[in-house]
């Protein structure tokens, strides 16, 4: 998530529907985060986990904490190529009818 805002994170992440973090001591280490209605609908973004701690089943732990919270028919997320095979291996599937706009100027505004 580098490059972002450290102000636009923290709201995002205390706007969301729930979150998760993994720390070693008192270093952040792991992040998630998902967004919901809480009936039907979820998304989870900013799964992420430092370098060094990668391998470790951090991410793992993250995502199954985020999606026992979210008892929903649909949980989307967006996975660069690299990661598609870490997220087939919780149950997610590429899918060919996802439509998306992106408005990069509030990016990092």
């Keep these: 998530m580098g490059g972002r805002s450290k102000d636009k994170l923290y709201c995002a992440f ?6 998760c973090f993994a ?7 792991g992040t998630g985060r998902a ?7 979820a998304g989870i973004y900013d ?4 370098p060094d701690y990668q ?3 951090i991410g793992r732990e993250i995502m199954q ?3 026992n919270r979210l008892n929903v ?3 989307i997320l967006v996975a660069d190529g690299d990661n598609q095979d870490f997220y087939r291996k919780l149950g997610f599937e590429v ?3 996802v439509m998306a706009k992106f408005n990069l100027q509030f990016l990092n505004d």
């Design 14 to 19: 205390e706007n969301s529907y729930t979150a």
């Design 23 to 29: 720390f070693d001591e008192d270093k952040l280490v």
């Design 35 to 41: 967004i919901s209605d809480g009936e039907y609908h």
């Design 47 to 50: 799964v992420a986990v430092l």
């Design 55 to 57: 391998g470790q089943g």
């Design 65 to 67: 904490r985020l999606l």
């Design 73 to 75: 028919w649909r949980i």
């Design 95 to 97: 899918l060919e009818n």
